[in-house]
């Protein structure tokens, strides 16, 4: 089964580029069939949705957030990443990758398969 | 502030019923996007625990059942126990937004 895992940095200063990684192992987004999230949580609030690309390389983004969001992925179809530009301390939370059906019925299946998320902290 | 607005936090009994409501608005849940519902316990990531409104995925217990109404969604969970004790998010599709909306998380305490 699909498993997802997130990588990057947990400390990211003011101003500058969050970049994390999303990993994913027994099978690969290269089939298509589904969309490839990042979430995130902020402390003491709900989940927010950044953002998610489709194995062809379309990206959809949150517009709240789509001017500082690009996600990406390589071409090996085992990764997709995210960057998040000009960070504040707004931008702490815990980040996750997360799976969720593609297709003209998107909307009728919600997200399946979740990475155990990481941490980021926006501090100078 | 989430679009999605649920209670920040309910608290029932073993044994009992709590129902956590969804209430979004016409471009989203009233415009026929389905509802999710999701449980999250403490430093794990959420579990999908309802999709396409009322659909619960294999393993999850039939205490947990769903419900949508115009622009409002409720989860029901039925005979608590402890174990329930966790945050819970709705989410839906808002098509004005083009964009995934999530509930501002639901945390239940099992007395």
């Known amino acids: 089964q699909v498993q997802l895992q997130e990588s990057g940095p947990g400390l990211v200063k003011p101003s500058q580029t969050l970049s994390l990684t999303c990993t994913v192992s027994?099978?690969?987004?290269?089939?298509?069939?589904?969309?490839w999230n990042w979430i995130r949580h902020h402390p003491g609030k709900g989940l927010e949705w950044i953002g998610y690309i489709y194995f062809r390389g379309s990206a959809y983004y949150n517009p709240s957030l789509k001017s500082r969001v690009t996600i990406s992925m390589d071409t090996s179809g085992s990764q997709f990443s995210l960057r998040l530009s000009s960070v504040t301390a707004a931008d702490t939370a815990v980040y996750f990758c997360?799976?969720?059906?593609?297709?003209?019925?998107?909307?009728?299946?919600?997200?399946?398969?979740w990475g155990q998320g990481t941490t980021v902290v926006v501090s100078s | 502030q989430s679009v999605l607005t649920q209670p920040p936090s309910m608290s029932g009994a073993p044994g009992q019923t709590v129902t956590i409501s969804c209430t979004g608005s016409?471009?989203?849940?009233?415009?026929?996007?389905?509802v999710h519902w999701y449980q999250r316990l403490p430093g794990t990531a959420p579990k999908l625990l309802i999709y396409g409104n009322t659909n619960r995925p294999s393993g999850v217990p039939g205490r947990f059942s769903a419900s949508k109404s115009g622009t409002s969604a409720s989860l029901a969970i039925t005979g608590l126990q402890a174990e329930d004790e966790a945050d819970y998010y709705c989410?839906?599709?808002?098509?004005?937004?083009?964009?995934?909306?999530f509930g501002g998380g639901t945390k239940l305490t099992v007395l």
């Open positions: 997360a799976r969720s059906r593609s297709g003209a019925m998107f909307y009728y299946y919600g997200v399946d398969v």
């Open positions: 027994g099978g690969s987004f290269s089939s298509g069939g589904y969309y």
């Open positions: 016409s471009s989203n849940i009233g415009a026929g996007y389905a």
């Open positions: 989410q839906s599709y808002d098509g004005s937004l083009s964009s995934w909306l």
